[in-house]
Every structure is written in C-alpha cells, then in structure tokens.
C-alpha cells in the first residue's frame, strides 16, 4: 500500500532562508513529498538554520531535542524519519552537529540544498550525510523554479533571491564564511521567475540578498546589470504591481539606485539600509567601510527624490569597545534620520570573526543600552505612523485577520493595515483612509471600492494580458 510521504520545514533567521524553504519544498515536492505543518507526521524533517547570533543557533539545538523525541516516539510505532539540518548551522559547524545531536541525519550547506532529494535518499539507505562543499557550482542554476500550486497557497506577496553571499567582511558578521563570495542571479532567470509568481497571483515581488544592492547580474547581450537596471526590466511585467529590495550596504548605494526611487511608481517608497552604529570609530572598527556622515548624506539624497520614504535600519549595540559616548552618537544619529522602522540587536560575538576576540562590553551594559535604543526607535516608529491619521494610503490585500471580516494588508511604507472588507479584495490593491494608527494601523475602505490592481482571473474575463 503506497502512503503519500511528508515533509516538514522550519525556517529560522532570515527571508533567504524562508525562500531557500519554499526551493527545498518544491524540489521535494517532485518526489512525490507534500508539505506538512505537523511535525510528528513528517516523514522528512528539515530545520533550516540561522547562525547569525548565538541565540539564533541555539534554537537550532533545543528544536532538535523536541525532535528527538519525536523520532524516537516514531521508530517505536515502527516508522522511521529523517532529520536534516540546512542553512547557516550547518555550514558553520558541520559534523559537530552530529556529534551534538545524534538525531541528525543529514547536514546540509546554503549551497548544496538543491541536491536535497538525492542527499534524503542516500540518507534512506542508511548513510549519515554531511554536505557543505563550498563554494560549489551555482545552486540556483539547480533549484527547481517555484511550482505554480505552491505559489499560489502562499499568497499575494513572495520574495525572490536575485543575490547572495558578501564580500564586506564586517567583523561581527558570519555571513561571508556562511554563505560565501558574493553571487548574482542573471537578469533573466529572474524575469522568468517573477514572471511565473505573477502568473500564480503575485502582486509585490521583493527582491532578496544579503547585499541586495551590489547586484550585478549579467543581462543576454553579456554585460551586467545594476539593481536599478534588474527593477526596470521587472517593471515592466504588467501583473506585479510593487517592487521592493532588501538587504542594503551604505557602500553599494549607487545614484541610479536612488534615482530609481524617483522613476519606477512601482517601486516601493522604502529602505532598509542597515548603519550598525551611529560611530565613526565604531564604523571603522566594525570594517563597515563609511563613516557616519556618509550615510546621512546618502538618506539626504534619497528624501530629495522620494521625501515620503520610510528608511529603516539594523542595529548592534555593545560592539567590543563601545563608549557611552559612541553609543550617544547613535541615538544622535537615530534622532538625525528619524527612521520608520529598525531592529536592535545586542552584539553576539561569533566563532571565528575578528571581532569575537576582541574586548567585550558586559552584557548589562549592552541589555541597558539595547532598551533606550529601541525606546527611542519605538518613539520614531510611532510618529511615522501618526503621521497617517486620517490619510489615504494604497493597500494591498494579502490575508484574513485574526477577526472575521477583517483584512490584513500593506501600506506603500511596509506598515500592516487593517481593514473591515470582504475577502474578494484579497490580492487586489484599493485606497484606504486611515482611522487608528499604533504599532499597526487601521484603516476603512473607501467606498466605492475601486481597486487599482485586478486578480488574474478578473483579467483573464476582461481579455487583459
Ligand atoms: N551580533 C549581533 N547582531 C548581528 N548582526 C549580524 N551579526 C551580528 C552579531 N554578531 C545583525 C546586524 C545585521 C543583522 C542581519 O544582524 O545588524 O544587519
Ligand atoms: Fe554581514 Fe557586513 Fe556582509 Fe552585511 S555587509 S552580510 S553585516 S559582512
């Protein structure tokens, strides 16, 4: 009797690991694997790891404990699983995974995920698999493009990873060891990507790497492309209606970028530009390659084209060395920019980067430090937001709230909304007008509805393209 075989994934960390996910479902998927969201009725079970701090990879160790005891609990009912690690974890720490975690069966790098259904059937006959060969041939030559079906049960937005890997080398940073030199997509692979979620019902497409913005994928005539050149061709596709990017390095901020944010509608009026510090000596001993001022003037120029743009940042408090002083320079910098948004990290020194050796801030300085920075970046949160009250904003529709009757979408800004309206407006984009604004906002529809953007089906019924 044949038994549909089940595969479970966990993503931690970042969104190329919920992309990296999504290629590791589809690749299983045609081997006959369906996705589950249940782990003790998989029969492949897939954690795939973020080593970007220690409370990141620890997670990865006490997952593996309550899988543990799944597995034991389902070879004594006479079925037998499977346990891989993938991701970051797995390149950085290898077989000491295994030595740590018995219950691991396979161990597999960023670069070698492709080859995931081969490496599960060698696991079937027995074998322990450790796979981090790096760097290797171009893994998304390999990785079975996104399957419509799939595509479409995961809605209206989705990420596509046109870059990977860094070649910055700041020295609190694991990823160039995890992920390697940097690689980039060519443009069309991408077109025909996006093309295809569109066809599937997408409707904002945001383009993902580690450094998005030193993009420079080869076009068919075989020179490269800047960032700015990949959103111009992707524009051009009629069923994606926003565009956004993320991650960015100050350093890879070219003008045409910025003036990108000009010129394309659709691309969406928001930055994440990573700035760490707000220190000139805590920039040059993080290697971040630009001072302070660098990066003021560069939010300068892109509020002269897009003044509407909602900047948002990463930030690492207690960097070996840090001065009260040096971290009054980057609340100081915070007020300057005044941010949308930001995430706040407290320094995790990281096995085998320069900065772990250095001399460390203890940890209450850096706990203190961490509450006032983002006390300060919730204030700034709040007023982006109250800025909205009573405005009109473009949303689109991504999903059922938690309420009945309410839906949950995006604003322009990357903000959530929430509206009362009927679940036909889903993947659609409508204005709204405003009513409450907090850490969300909610808003009203705007009758009568006239949505900007049509779902597929509306478009094949009218004769569009
Ligand atoms: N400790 C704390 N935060 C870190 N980040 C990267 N490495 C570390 C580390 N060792 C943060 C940076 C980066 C974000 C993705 O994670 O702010 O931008
Ligand atoms: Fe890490 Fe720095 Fe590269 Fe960002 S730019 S991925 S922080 S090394």
Redesign the pocket.
């Known amino acids: 009797m044949s038994k549909t075989r089940k595969l479970y994934v966990k993503s931690f960390g970042c969104q190329m690991n919920v992309y990296d996910s999504h290629r590791m479902a589809d690749a299983m998927a045609r081997e006959g694997y369906v996705e589950t969201d249940r782990p003790d009725e998989a029969d492949v079970l897939v954690l795939n790891t973020c080593h970007i701090r220690e409370t990141a990879a620890e997670k990865v160790y006490s997952e593996l404990g309550r899988l543990r005891r799944l597995k034991e609990k389902a070879a004594g009912d006479g079925k037998r699983m499977l346990v891989a690690v993938t991701g970051c974890v797995a390149q950085a720490e290898g077989t000491e995974i295994v030595r740590r975690a018995p219950v691991v069966d396979l161990v597999i790098g960023p670069q070698s995920i492709h080859r995931l259904p081969e490496l599960v059937a060698r696991a079937q006959q027995g074998e322990t698999v450790i796979d981090t060969e790096f760097p290797v041939e171009d893994k998304f030559e390999h990785l079975a493009p996104p399957s419509r079906v799939a595509t479409r049960a995961r809605g209206v937005t989705a990420f596509v990873t046109v870059q990977e890997g860094?070649?910055?080398?700041?020295t609190?940073?694991?990823?160039?060891y995890t992920?390697g030199v940097e690689v980039s997509r060519p443009v069309e692979k991408i077109v025909a990507e996006v093309a295809l979620l569109a066809e599937a019902g997408v409707r904002e497409v945001t383009l993902i790497g580690?450094?998005v913005n030193a993009y420079h994928g080869l076009k068919p005539d075989g020179t490269s492309s800047s960032l700015a050149g990949l959103l111009e061709r992707l524009a051009e596709l009629e069923g994606i209606a926003r565009l956004r990017y993320t991650?960015s390095?100050p350093r890879d901020m070219r003008e045409d970028l910025i003036a990108a944010h000009r010129d394309l509608p659709k691309l969406m009026p928001n930055l994440h530009l990573?700035v760490?510090s707000g220190s000139d000596r805590v920039l040059e001993a993080?290697?971040?390659r630009h001072g302070r001022d660098e990066y003021l003037s560069i939010i300068e120029r892109v509020r002269v084209v897009r003044p509407d743009i909602a900047i948002s940042s990463?930030f690492i408090v207690g960097f070996p060395g840090e001065t009260e002083e040096d971290f009054s320079a980057t609340l100081d910098l915070v007020e300057r920019v005044g941010f949308a948004q930001a995430y706040t990290f407290k320094y995790s020194p990281r096995p085998g980067t320069p900065a772990a050796t250095m001399s460390q801030v203890p940890d209450a300085v850096k706990a203190e430090r961490l509450l006032r920075l983002q006390a300060l970046i919730d204030a700034h949160q709040r007023k982006f937001n109250a800025a909205y009250l009573g405005d009109t904003l473009d949303v689109l529709f991504e999903k059922p709230g938690r309420i009945a009757g309410l839906l949950v979408g995006r604003s322009p800004y990357v903000q959530p909304v929430q509206v009362t309206a009927p679940a036909d407006l889903i993947g659609t984009i409508a204005p709204v007008r405003i009513v409450e604004v907090g850490p969300s906002l909610s808003a009203e529809l705007i009758s009568p509805v006239r949505p900007h953007v049509l779902r597929p089906a509306v478009l094949a019924a009218a004769g569009g393209a």
């Open positions: 860094c070649d910055k080398f700041c609190f940073c694991v990823v160039p992920r580690q450094n991650t390095h990573p760490q993080m290697n971040r990463d």
